[in-house]
């Protein structure tokens, strides 16, 4: 029997239009390989939203080819792989965690000290972050300009699909319920299921279904939690389910076929995409970016340790309608509309100013499209220490935002049931309603919040910044 190569997966869970799937394919018998590696990554291991999604999506994976599973440090395993089968080869997708670069070179390391070569490809973005650069050869700070310079790249190409042989000799495999990757308490999946479809099939469809439903209308409609007008697609793209260039693609190709009908809300599904490569872009040159504030004299804002303040935001126990919502709906379905995203994140950071990293955390651990740069910039973004943050004095105000973005206050009624029975003239502010509920008064009052937030950024001294 010939020398198999080892196929490690990452997030990059599926078997079309994969770079390293394709070269290891044509290379030898593959060994399908997924490790679950707690130690590296630690203290940002899988969370428990992202644990689950994980289960279903190698669950998926596993019914159209043979898995082989293994827990532990990344390189030690497949040092342990290749010796046991006389692996010729290890192929994988670049990874742009922090913790990554150290890893992958290790592994590079130990597999070829076992006899096998190792190959890393892309195909996680349309673009690797070194390729994207200012005239002056610097990486961007600000997105406009970002994203200017990856529309100027041109459009991006898919890779070939190739069926890969799987090697028939014997590999121990660990078995995925062994794992316990699915919540006992809380135990989501009674709610996360019906709200999902983890797996490349399920990415599709939710793109297919994306592009004829909600796409005409994107522009707008991704601002309104009250109506389906998201993609949906960012936890696919996450554990790699689906590529940013496979939905570019089929964007792209509808907007042809539309005519022009579709450019405008087209284009902006598009720039939301090059959002994600901004973020790894950040992340990548200032790999501090989960642990520190892009903004440094953020190093020195008086942020409060409230834990008491922080429990109620978790549970949606704020007093205000929109910021409840979004987290109760982050609780039931492991996501939260990104419009209320930064709503609650900005309630969370300037009324309550309590730190980006304790929210950045508990998205971590609630969000099944919990994604470490993607997390960390948009926590920074709204906290005003991040990059492209130049508006860092902007605080939401929740009940004007509620207001425009949910009117009629649908999204707030389905998730904050003791509300149903108020008007939508007062669903945003409750309390001066003449119909009572039996909710929270609000934490703290919006004016005297934004007023403290601005004193602390002054103080600071941000605004000579």
Known sequence: MSSPVVMWFRQDLRLANHAALNAAASTGDVICLYILDDETPSPWKIGG??????????????????????????????????????????????????????????????????????????????????????GAGEPY????????????????????????????????????????????????????????????????????????????????????????????????LHWGEITPAQCWVAVRSAMAAAGGRLDGSGEKFLKEILWREFSYGLMHHWPNLPHAPFRHEFADFPWDDNSGDLEKWKRGETGYPIVDAGMRELWATGTMHNRVRMVAASFLTKHLLISWKEGARWFWDTLVDADIASNSAGWQWVAGCGADAAPYFRIFNPILQGARF????????????????????????????????????????????????????????????
């Open 141 to 236: 700070r600000v997105y406009t300009a970002f994203s200017r310079a990856c529309f100027a790249l041109g459009e991006p190409r898919l890779p070939a699909t190739v069926n890969p042989t799987i090697w028939q000799g014997e590999v121990k495999s660990d078995s995925l319920q062994d794992w316990g990757l699915l919540p006992q308490a809380p135990n989501w999946a009674s709610t996360f299921e019906p709200q999902w479809q983890p797996g490349a099939a399920g990415a599709h469809a939710g793109l297919k279904r994306f592009i004829a439903q909600g796409l005409a209308d994107y522009a707008e409609g991704r601002d309104r939690p009250d109506k389906p007008g998201t993609s949906r697609l960012s936890p696919h």
């Open 406 to 465: 949910d009117p009629a206050g649908d999204y707030v009624r389905r998730w904050v049931p003791e509300l149903k029975g108020i008007s939508p003239e007062f669903i945003h502010h409750p309390w001066d309603s003449p119909v009572k509920a039996d909710y929270p008064a609000p934490m703290v009052d919006h004016g005297f919040a934004r007023t403290r937030a601005l004193d602390a950024l002054h103080r600071i001294k941000v605004a000579g910044a």
């Open 49 to 134: 939203a992202g644990r689950w999604w994980l289960h279903r999506s190698l669950e998926k994976l596993s019914t159209s080819v043979k898995l082989v599973l293994r827990q532990g440090r990344a390189d030690a395993v497949l040092a342990d792989v290749v010796r046991e089968t006389g692996a010729g080869a290890v192929f994988f997708t670049r990874d742009y965690a922090p913790w990554s670069s150290a890893l992958e070179l290790k592994v590079k390391d130990v597999c070829e000290k076992a006899g096998a070569s190792c190959h890393r490809f892309g195909g996680y973005l349309l673009h690797e972050p070194e390729a994207i650069r200012n």
